[in-house]
T-cell receptor
Framework: EDKVVQSPLSLVVHEGDTVTLNCSYEVTNFRSLLWYKQEKKAPTFLFMLTSSGIEKKSGRLSSILDKKELFSILNITATQTGDSAIYLCAVGPSPGNAGKSTFGDGTTLTVKP | NAGVTQTPKFQVLKTGQSMTLQCAQDMNHNSMYWYRQDPGMGLRLIYYSASEGTTDKGEVPNGYNVSRLNKREFSLRLESAAPSQTSVYFC????????????FGQGTRLTVV
């Protein structure tokens, strides 16, 4: 059974801090790793990672994948209160498991002014 | 461009009642999904439809049924609601089984009393 574990479960920081969120996985037929941000309502897509060592970047957010050690990290620099959200990591569907993404329990990030 | 639309947004049911959650997407996506999210937990897949005309069980299918009515619509039915089904339900869609990123609806908050 596929498994995705995120850490920490929750994190409280102050504006301007840098945070690192972790995601480890155990899956068969790995194809992609996905990061989502969930504020009050629906998760919204952030990054898709398929190759080791290639950083994806969007503004103050960046993410990287290590397929050898089976983990990914999401970095947020110069955090703002608007970064407060649940960050979800998921392993995307694979050819042998079409349609099934497996999600971690999420990291709840709170950024205080 | 509405994306993924779910109805209703909120619902309270009595134990034993039935109801259907509706979901429609206007992005011409092939794959659609139903997830539930419980407090402190990530998204757990209930059922999915990799393409029109097919449906498959996810991680937590017991107590639910689905119908892929056409390419746009994917409904979730609770035949006899139980308090354990109190949760937030999300519908999502993706371009294909290898999408991979999913686009989510705004969620339905269901309470079973």
């Amino acid at each position: 059974e596929d498994k995705v574990v995120q850490s920490p479960l929750s994190l409280v920081v102050h504006e301007g801090d840098t945070v690192t969120l972790n995601c480890s996985y155990e899956v068969t037929n790995f194809r992609s790793l996905l990061w989502y941000k969930q504020e009050k309502k629906a998760p919204t897509f952030l990054f898709m990672l398929t190759s080791s060592g290639i950083e994806k970047k969007s503004g103050r957010l960046s993410s990287i994948l290590d397929k050898k050690e089976l983990f990914s990290i999401l970095n947020i620099t110069a955090t703002q209160t608007g970064d407060s959200a649940i960050y979800l990591c998921a392993v995307g569907p694979s050819p042998g498991n079409a349609g099934k993404s497996t999600f971690g329990d999420g990291t709840t990030l709170t950024v205080k002014p | 461009n509405a994306g993924v639309t779910q109805t209703p947004k909120f619902q309270v049911l009595k134990t034993g009642q039935s109801m259907t959650l509706q979901c429609a997407q206007d992005m011409n996506h092939n794959s659609m999904y139903w997830y539930r999210q419980d407090p402190g937990m990530g998204l757990r897949l209930i059922y999915y439809s990799a393409s029109e005309g097919t449906t498959d069980k996810g991680e937590v299918p017991n107590g639910y049924n689905v119908s892929r009515l056409n390419k746009r619509e994917f409904s979730l039915r609770l035949e006899s609601a139980a308090p354990s089904q109190t949760s937030v339900y999300f519908c999502a869609s993706s371009l294909g089984p290898g999408g991979p990123e999913a686009f989510f609806g705004q969620g339905t908050r269901l309470t079973v009393v």
